[in-house]
T-cell receptor
Framework: DQQVKQNSPSLSVQEGRISILNCDYT??????FLWYKKYPAEGPTFLIS???IKDKNEDGRFTVFLNKSAKHLSLHIVPSQPGDSAVYFC???????????WGAGTKLIIKP | DTAVSQTPKYLVTQMGNDKSIKCEQN?????MYWYKQDSKKFLKIMFS???????INETVPNRFSPKSPDKAHLNLHINSLELGDSAVYFC??????????FGPGTRLTVL
């Protein structure tokens, strides 16, 4: 049973436009959400996170939005750059639990 | 200076062999993890150690045994390798569970 779902295996966006990556979760006990970015042949790297007490967190070109009622979060990248081409993983955690629950990832391709 | 390192990066071996993957972190983190990324690209937690103590042990065959000689190291030993063990294995470490730092991965191929 997948508790964290990324339903789009891939997404193609024109350079300079906005990239929106989506993530849904089923467990209402999750209280912290993260996005990781992964290049081929490398490990995932932390990108941005959001606590369940917030609905938005911004860091430069990256903004994460959280809609708790819909159990949905999204990552916005504006403007998209070629170096943003990577696989993006959504992950969630809950207090008192030592593990992250991961989505399957979305491959983002930025077209020049 | 590499934060989380894994060796080897590639490992090709025959079925039935025993192999180890080493992981070291120089970030001073208390918690270390082993993940398996399967053919469908899912990242699945296998083990987690906090201060050298096992805190997560997901449903993993007994052939997999983690060893943590100290807080900076978490090695993964695999006995009697099977074809289905072929995957990319990632080591990670964290101070808090949320922001985990990953190694570059070890691609294991069992022939």
């Amino acid at each position: 049973d997948q508790q964290v779902k990324q339903n789009s295996p891939s997404l193609s966006v024109q350079e300079g436009r906005i990239s929106i990556l989506n993530c849904d979760y089923t467990n209402s006990m999750f209280d912290y959400f993260l996005w990781y970015k992964k290049y081929p042949a490398e490990g995932p790297t932390f990108l941005i996170s959001i606590s369940s007490i917030k609905d938005k967190n911004e860091d430069g070109r990256f903004t994460v939005f959280l809609n708790k009622s819909a159990k949905h979060l999204s990552l916005h990248i504006v403007p998209s750059q070629p170096g943003d081409s990577a696989v993006y993983f959504c992950a969630a955690s809950m207090d008192s639990n030592y593990q992250l629950i991961w989505g399957a990832g979305t491959k983002l391709i930025i077209k020049p | 200076d590499t934060a989380v390192s894994q060796t080897p990066k590639y490992l090709v071996t025959q079925m039935g062999n025993d192999k180890s993957i080493k992981c070291e972190q120089n970030l001073g983190h208390d918690t270390m993890y082993w993940y398996k990324q399967d053919s469908k690209k899912f990242l699945k937690i296998m083990f987690s150690y906090n201060n050298k103590e096992l805190i997560i042990n997901e449903t993993v065959p007994n052939r997999f045994s983690p060893k943590s000689p100290d807080k900076a190291h978490l090695n993964l030993h695999i006995n009697s390798l099977e074809l289905g063990d072929s995957a990319v294995y990632f080591c990670a470490s964290s101070r808090l569970v949320e922001e985990q730092f990953f190694g570059p991965g070890t691609r294991l191929t069992v022939l």
